[in-house]
């Protein structure tokens, strides 16, 4: 993850004489930042899956998933895989994680937010092109409204319509900080479930991170 902002450091510089680019690295460093992001999840409960085999499956029985008491270890870890999921607020991955770990993903602090802004914002690019839209007292936006850090994107009024799009230079400073939160949340992860390595249950952190 780090060398993802390194990265995108390297290439700014260019950006003076070739702007239009601009939306070209901020798209890309965005999408993967959250794959990177996405990845790291999935690793650790992946293989904190082995520590808590039989919590688990029970859990999945009570939830609907009765297949969860014989199916082999793999089926058991896809299982778990399924569940990463940033909805509601992120609520979902902290269940998930308490569940596997007994620990909550997020730190203390704005982390969060700005980790699910980040998110908000891969989905907003690809979903919806970078692209949305509000008419007052009758449709809200789908997914503009949903950011915390509203000063990353464009708007543009016209009467009782609005329009949003991406700042993109907003939204590279808005990078720096949410793959700082990301940085600080694997040291906290680390730090809270170091204790589960000597079991084979939780790796050091991914350089990715």
């Not at 939306?23 to 899956?49: C, D, H, K, M, N």
């Not at 802004?117 to 007292?137: A, C, K, P, T």
């Amino acid at each position: 993850m780090v060398q993802l902002l390194n990265y995108a450091s390297e290439v700014a510089p260019l950006l003076k004489t070739q702007p239009l680019f601009l939306p070209e690295l901020a798209e890309s460093v965005v999408l993967l930042a959250v794959t990177r992001l996405e990845a790291f999840y999935t690793t650790l409960v992946s293989i904190g899956t082995r520590n808590r085999e039989q919590e688990i499956r029970k859990h999945f029985q009570k939830h609907g998933r009765p297949e969860a008491r014989s199916c082999d270890l793999p089926t058991l870890v896809r299982m778990v895989r399924g569940r990463i999921s940033f909805e509601d607020g992120g609520k979902r991955l902290d269940n998930l994680f308490q569940l596997v770990f007994a620990q909550s993903v997020w730190p203390p602090g704005e982390g969060r937010d700005l980790v699910l802004d980040l998110v908000r914002l891969r989905h907003f690019i690809v979903h919806s092109s970078g692209q949305d839209w509000s008419e007052e007292g009758v449709s809200q936006a789908a997914y503009a409204s949903q950011f915390k850090r509203a000063d990353i994107l464009k708007v543009r009024r016209y009467g009782e319509l609005s329009t949003y799009s991406v700042d993109y230079y907003k939204a590279m400073l808005f990078l720096r900080d949410a793959v700082q939160a990301i940085v600080e949340q694997a040291k906290y992860l680390e730090q809270h479930l170091g204790t589960q390595r000597g079991s084979g249950g939780v790796p050091s952190r991914p350089k990715s991170a």
